[in-house]
């Protein structure tokens, strides 16, 4: 069965950087797009990145230039790098996959604050 397990969020001062990490249970995960969303504490889930079966990367207008989406086919693992950081950037972050099956993972949460 697939899973996604995110890592690596935590507080971090405006400005700094972290780097996330969507752990994947199974290959498959190689050959489809693989997404994170962000969620703040009373805002809807929005589409932060995404990342096609071939590589190519695609952002939201928000964080283009500041963020950075890559794989990693042997963990499988899919990360999202994230500098110069705003506070507007805090919250629950999300990998989602939509292939095989919709798969979610349980998030990581992200604070931006001095």
């Known amino acids: 069965q697939l899973q996604l397990v995110e890592s690596g969020g935590g507080l971090v001062q405006p400005g700094g950087s972290l780097r996330l990490s969507c752990r994947a249970s199974?290959?498959?995960?190689?050959?489809?797009?693989v997404m994170w969303h962000r969620q703040a504490p009373g805002k809807q889930r929005e589409l932060v990145a995404s990342i096609d079966g071939h590589d190519n990367p695609d952002y939201s207008d928000f964080v283009k230039g500041r963020f950075t989406i890559s794989r990693d086919p042997a963990k499988p693992t899919v990360y999202l790098q994230m500098n110069n950081l705003k506070p507007d950037d805090s919250g629950v972050y999300y990998c989602?996959?939509?292939?095989?099956?919709?798969?979610w993972g349980q998030g990581t949460h992200v604070t931006v604050s001095s």
């Open positions: 199974l290959t498959i995960v190689n050959f489809n797009a």
């Open positions: 989602h996959t939509e292939n095989p099956y919709d798969t």
